[in-house]
């Protein structure tokens, strides 16, 4: 049995391989022979800039492409019905509601990075939107001065140490990296662990439907909430400069305490 | 384009609010043109647009059967974006700046403004931006005003046609910001020719008098860097690595309004280093405009000639390479042979000379229908083009005292004086 599902896991890969490299093929049989350029990279001498650790750049180019074709097709037409159907009053409620879903991970996080402070705040949005909020509909917490900070685990182990390792483009998620890969795995699972434990719908008979219900109207609202668009820049390196930004900021806002940076002086460079 | 914005944003700034906003009835905060030019305006200055608007993407198929290689699959035609009233109303056409699309931040907020106003509005990409160059430049080498009024002049009236069942139209009229400011200027000249829409009025925003004059003006802020602009890599890594240093030591929670302001008023980056990542965002704006020029014309500039770039190669020695480049290079490298080989005997000064407003200069002085927006510390203008904007446009001209080259084209009072400027009945000599 085992054997078998690994037989096909190596079928199904080395397609997926053949697939993408099948491009490389053709090129060759190009009649004109190509001519180098006025300008190469040989020429200057001076750093590399914007460059990030990115050894699987041909997966990520594809799937950076099939993210372009999977918003172009599906997600983009079911936001922009969803958006026409539903009250702006509405997409507000439910956004919130999952932005107080999310609290769950951001409370998790901040504990685990030994963040007094933050999981305290993070803890009394949590209850407040629940309670007063009525169910996280309403975000009255921002009102009263907590404001959102948002945590994962990828950051987490950034937090500690970790390396975010290579740049990965994943499909519909988007632009991320090992470290962070992980990281949203260990969150999904500790948020479906609890929906698991709570089981609020365990009572009713379509407890499935309900759920693949909840897991879609998220899915709609994370690409709703999320106003990027790929390939809007008119920007032919868009795909470097996203893939920058991305690295940098989690560089950043996974930084370690402010202590150590002083305790290993590379500051002020 | 964001990303850009977001670059310069990371990466910057500098000089104290010494005198915030001096004492001459003018709102807009920021004194230095630089800073400026990077801060842009703060969001609580800017006007507040209703939440729903009747706005749409359109997108343009203006050159039909046109062949593009499979490096831009994801370039389906020009895409602008369309704001539309339910009753007969004049339409105006909005066209970016240099390498900005017709989505751009800045862009939007005009048309947000014009439409708040009770105009149609349609908003074009530059002809420097690469969805430009690729969807519906005919000769796909950007920079010339004459053949660039040219494809924007075919690309408003596919525009016009694709729209022109669902909407009713009074009258039309142009505007344009940086560049396209300049270029609204020559599409203006051309209409008078083929007469299809028939400006009414026209409104250049901070536009350059002269391209070559500017972007010069452009290229000497990169001199300044350590090493030069061949250097430009390293004063990039260095200028990251001062702001990360500044984040962690700050304990900033994100990347946001707060953490820009404090790095603003605690004088993070020099003047000088100020001045080299608005040049730096600049090339790397530049760096697309040359490569997908190059790869449509194949033109074994950047790229090898013969050499099919598909979706899954690797750009990242192109975006390095593009990114090095001046403008002096590409001008004497790529775009003045261009031109030598369409018109043999052209000489250097004359192709500089044909871009610039100076070259029409009888139309823009016998036309009552321009007006000119700009401000005092506009960088890309020296005093002299300053001047001479002045006394080609007269009452014309509205010179803000401080903004830099753009920062202020989103503070209230400056898109109210855009709207009105159309809105004013008549045409004052």
Known sequence: MIKRTSGRFLQAFSLFLLLLTAGCAATQSNLNREIPPMHTIGEFRDQRFAEVNDPWERFNLNMYRFNFYLDKYLLLPVVRGYESVTPVFVQHRVSNFYNNVAEIRNLSNSMLQAKGKESLSTLGRLVTNSTIGIGGLFDPATKFGLERQDQDFGKTLGYWGAESGPYLVLPFFGPSSVRDTGGLAFDSALLYGIYSAVGPFDNTSHSQAISAGITTLQGIDMRHQQDFRYFESGYPFEYYMVRFFYHEKRELESAKPPEKVLESGDAGK | ?429
């Open chain 2, 1 to 429: 384009m964001k990303s850009l914005r977001l670059l310069i944003i990371c990466c910057l700034m500098l000089h104290p609010v010494s005198s915030l906003a001096a004492d001459d009835g003018y709102g807009y905060p920021i004194p230095g043109a630089h800073e400026a030019t990077i801060l842009g305006t703060p969001t609580s200055l800017m006007p507040e647009f209703p939440a729903k608007m009747r706005m749409k993407q359109i997108i343009v198929n203006v050159i039909p059967g046109r062949e593009k290689p499979p490096l831009f699959y994801y370039d389906e035609g020009l895409h602008c974006s369309f704001a539309y009233q339910e009753k007969k109303a004049p339409l105006i056409f909005l066209i970016a700046g240099t390498g900005s699309s017709g989505l751009a931040p800045k862009i939007i907020s005009m048309a947000k403004a014009f439409y708040q106003a009770g105009y149609h509005v349609i908003t074009l990409p530059s002809p420097t931006n690469a969805n430009f160059i690729i969807s519906a430049s005919q000769s796909r080498v950007p920079g010339d005003l004459t053949e660039d009024a040219e494809d924007l002049y075919r690309a408003m009236a596919s525009a016009w046609n694709q729209v022109k069942g669902d909407i009713e139209v009074s009258d039309f009229h142009l505007c344009g910001y940086s560049l396209g400011g300049t270029q609204a200027a020559f599409v203006a000249r051309l209409d008078e020719e083929r007469k299809l829409f028939n400006f009414r009025k026209v409104l250049m925003i901070n536009p350059p008098v002269s391209l070559y004059s500017s972007l010069t003006r452009f290229e000497e802020l990169l001199q300044k860097i350590p090493g030069g602009a061949k250097k430009e890599g390293a004063f990039f890594n260095k200028m990251l690595a001062k702001f990360g240093a500044y984040y962690r030591y700050g304990n900033f929670v994100g990347i946001n309004d707060d953490l820009i302001y404090a790095i603003y008023q605690e004088r993070l980056f020099s003047k000088e280093e100020t001045a080299g990542l608005i040049a730096l965002a600049y090339r790397i704006n530049f760096a697309g405009m040359i490569f997908s020029s190059d790869v449509m014309t194949g033109g074994g500039y950047v790229v090898p000639k013969n050499r099919v770039l598909k979706a899954s190669d690797s750009l990242a020695d192109y975006f390095q390479v593009s990114s090095h480049l001046s403008f002096f290079s590409y001008f004497d490298e790529y775009f003045y042979p261009h031109f030598q080989k369409k018109r043999p005997g052209l000489t250097k000064e004359a192709l500089i000379a044909s871009e610039s407003l100076r070259s029409i200069e009888g139309y823009l002085r016998s036309s009552g229908k321009f007006g000119v927006m700009t401000n005092q510390n506009d960088f890309i203008l020296t005093t002299e083009e300053l001047d001479y904007l002045k006394e080609l446009f007269g009452a014309r001209t509205k010179v803000y005292p401080r903004g830099g080259h753009l920062g202020n084209l989103e503070f209230k009072e400056n898109l109210e004086y855009m709207v009105a400027f159309f809105g004013s009945e008549g045409v004052t000599p």
